[in-house]
């Protein structure tokens, strides 16, 4: 593990000052009673002592600036987590807001979904009411005029009417694109198929005369 330099510093100091207590602790002895030796021991003694006394304070200069060195990474340290903090609440808000926002799409677009239905309902409708009263299905009386005679058709047969065939060919393309021809029966009026495919509504099957589908409009 590696140790700071603040806290090397710190256990400098402490040595140092364990060092000198010791020292001050210890009796001194007399090595010599030689005046010459006394005085080069006393000067070497007192060059010891002024530099043990400068060490402390040199250790203490050391740890203000390591205690500065950790006030101002502590100082850092906060800014970067305050700036974290408000980086965190800034993606959660954009989160439930961007939750909400998919949200209120998702129910715009099934609103439109229900609405286009809806629409497309009462055009059928429409298109189904129009078609009924306009192009009805033939009389197989044969009741009124003469041209209404020769449309007459066989009352055996159950006719599906000119809003159904034009449904068939609709869900027949939508259904199966691949395959869109429908099969014309008995119960497709004559007339009613004709009219599709010279108003370019449908067109017939290439191979087949009997499969029309849907004209493609695009």
């Avoid at 250790?59 to 974290?84: N, P």
């Avoid at 209120?104 to 059928?124: A, T, V």
């Avoid at 409708?125 to 009924?132: G, I, N, Q």
Wanted: glycine residues 2%; aromatic residues 4%.
């Amino acid at each position: 593990m590696m140790i700071s330099p603040m806290r090397q510093a710190v256990n400098c100091l402490i040595a140092i000052t364990s060092e000198l207590e010791q020292w001050q602790e210890i009796e001194p002895t007399l090595l010599t009673t030689s005046p010459e030796v006394l005085l080069a021991v006393g000067k070497e003694l007192q060059r010891l002592n002024s530099q043990l006394k400068m060490v402390p304070s040199c250790s203490q200069a050391k740890l203000d600036v390591q205690k500065k060195i950790l006030k101002r990474e502590q100082t850092q340290q906060a800014e970067k987590k305050e700036a974290l903090n408000a980086v965190c609440e800034k993606i959660t808000r954009l989160q439930r807001e961007n939750e909400k926002s998919e949200h209120s799409i998702l129910q715009d677009m099934k609103r439109k979904i229900n609405n286009l239905k809806d629409y497309h309902s009462s055009l059928m409708e429409m298109l189904s009411d129009m078609l009924a009263e306009h192009f009805p299905l033939p009389d197989p009386q044969g009741n009124g005029t003469k041209k209404k005679r020769a449309a007459a058709y066989d009352a055996e047969i159950n006719l599906i009417s000119l809003s159904e065939i034009i449904e068939r060919l609709t869900n027949k393309t939508l259904e199966t694109p691949h395959d869109p021809y429908v099969s014309t029966d008995d119960t497709f009026w004559p007339p009613y198929t004709e009219m599709l495919l010279r108003n370019g509504i449908a067109t017939r099957h290439p191979e087949d005369c009997n499969k029309i589908r849907m004209a493609i409009f695009f």
